[in-house]
């Protein structure tokens, strides 16, 4: 039995993960069944998280997911992957344009990668919002950069949308393939090839991570530390990839592995869930500043637009 400790303090967790072999199986080190206690400081209660959480039928928070804009390898057809490139021109715009079509949804807490075309992203999307509330990227690495990051005001840090970066929600690491083009990887090696290795579930380019391996890291990272978030009612945006994303919403969606290879992500276009009774539904995607979209709006979505634009009048 291993017993891990670990913290998130910008998202408020603090967390033990114990792991537990399942006895009885006959890959006793294969399984492992996975415990969490966590404890949330900004709602000052422990909670301990076996398998299931208890559900409180009231909260109903956001989730709106986005890959990003437009990158300068997406412009040349590259496979990217982990190469931390940043976006174009064109990817500014769109996300500018996905930062309109969220800007009356509520946002408290931004997850983004940790490349720069995701945080790129979030940060510019966040210019569009009606709240007018400043993202600001968590410093944790060392005790010395908390510490020189620090916010002194409670009524800035209430202005304020911390933005927690993570690697396990960076693009699938595209192994040998990263900085060749698309187009004439699929001339060398056949179409089919390449398309098994950019959209099948568990098989891997080479050198890489299948989209399997990818969710693995991804998913259980949503699930430790975004989950508990919507779960204590907090609306979040996930600025992220096209596979950690794709992997993301197999799981919200109960894709099964044949279903998630036909799923494709745009570039910049946000997509909305509604986390309520323990339950995710999507909600489409926004459509534009000024239209939610007839599938978008929830009752509690539509009285927090009223109150922004009540706000600014
Ligand atoms: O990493 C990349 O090249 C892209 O962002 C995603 O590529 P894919 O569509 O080949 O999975």
Not at 15 to 29: A, E, K, Q, Y
Not at 133 to 143: A, G, L, T, W
Request: proline share 4%; charged share 20%; net charge neutral.
């Amino acid at each position: 039995m291993a017993a891990t400790f670990f913290h998130q303090p910008a998202a408020g967790l603090y967390g033990l993960g114990i792991d537990v072999p399942s006895f009885g199986s006959s890959r006793i080190f294969g399984k492992l069944l996975s415990t969490r206690l966590f404890f949330n400081s900004s709602h000052h209660k422990l909670h301990l998280v076996l398998a299931s959480i208890s559900h409180d039928s009231s909260i109903e928070s956001t989730l709106i997911l986005i890959r990003h804009g437009e990158s300068m390898w997406n412009e040349k057809n590259l496979f990217t992957g982990c190469c931390d490139v940043p976006l174009t021109s064109r990817g500014v715009e769109e996300a500018i344009v996905a930062g309109k079509r969220i800007s009356y949804i509520p946002v408290d807490l931004i997850f983004t990668s940790g490349l720069i075309r995701a945080k790129m992203t979030a940060m510019l999307a966040m210019t569009q919002h009606h709240e007018n509330k400043v993202p600001i990227i968590v410093h944790d690495e060392s005790e010395q950069a908390t510490l020189w990051s620090g916010v002194y005001s409670e009524k800035t840090t209430k202005q304020s949308i911390p933005v927690i970066t993570t690697w396990q929600l960076n693009e699938r690491m595209y192994g040998d393939l990263q900085g060749l083009n698309k187009k004439e990887t699929a001339e060398k090696y056949g179409k089919e090839q390449v398309h098994e290795w950019r959209r099948s579930y568990d098989i891997s380019p080479p050198n890489g991570e299948s989209l399997e391996m990818c969710s693995r890291r991804a998913v259980a990272y949503f699930k430790d530390f975004i989950e508990p978030q919507l779960k204590s009612g907090k609306h979040v945006m996930v600025a992220a990839h096209a596979n950690s994303l794709r992997s993301i919403i197999m799981y919200l969606d109960r894709l099964t592995s044949q279903e998630v290879t036909s799923l494709e992500l745009s570039t910049g276009i946000p997509l909305l869930y509604i986390y309520k009774e323990g339950k995710f539904s999507s909600r489409g995607s926004p459509v534009g500043p000024t239209e939610a979209g007839v599938y978008a709006y929830t009752q509690n979505l539509a009285i927090y637009r009223q109150q922004l634009d009540e706000m600014s009048h």
